[in-house]
């Protein structure tokens, strides 16, 4: 008897958008075109700011996330919001590996990371120091490979 493997099916946006509204009741979900966009609001913890946020998805693409307000603010010039593509939108996981793919649960997955994400931000802006672990997404280029780098950081890594 041969093993067979089978690819674990991709859940549909239809299938996420309900996911959503069970979990976070309080998000609204649209579909169009199999395009899925969720609008809500996260509050991390009782103590921290409440965020308008947005989640858009396509099967076949990575979910992107947005904060739309209030707006997201560096420490200083030299501070800017880490672990972001850039003004607004968070980085949640590493594009191309295994921490998300289209057979898991927005709901479950990247709705609770961006609710860890923001809890990071906070205290980030408070102490200057990023908790949550992962790697930056590409910021700079090293000259030696001509291509984007990726920074790893972890708790107590500088």
């Known amino acids: 008897m041969g ?15 309900a996911f959503i509204r ?12 199999g395009f899925l966009v969720c609008h809500g609001v996260l509050q991390p913890d009782p103590l921290c700011s409440e965020y308008r946020v947005r989640i858009e998805y396509r099967v076949g693409s990575r979910p992107r996330v947005f904060v739309e307000a209030p707006e997201l603010a560096d420490r200083s010039s030299s501070e800017p919001v880490p672990h972001a593509y850039g003004p607004g939108e968070p980085c949640l996981f590493v594009p191309g590996s295994s921490e998300w793919r289209p057979d898991k649960i927005l709901a479950f ?10 809890l990071f931000y906070e205290v980030w802006r408070a102490t200057g120091e990023w908790l949550g672990e ?3 997404p590409p910021r700079k280029v090293d000259p030696r490979r001509r291509e984007p780098t990726m920074q790893r950081e972890g708790r107590g890594e500088r």
Request: some cysteine; charged content about 15%; proline content about 5%.
């Open 134 to 136: 992962g790697v930056h």
């Open 109 to 118: 997955t990247v709705v609770g990371w961006l609710s860890a994400w923001l």
């Open 3 to 17: 093993s067979s493997f089978s690819r674990p099916r991709a859940l549909g946006v239809h299938e996420q958008a």
């Open 22 to 33: 069970q979990r976070w009741p309080m998000f609204i979900c649209r579909v169009r075109s």
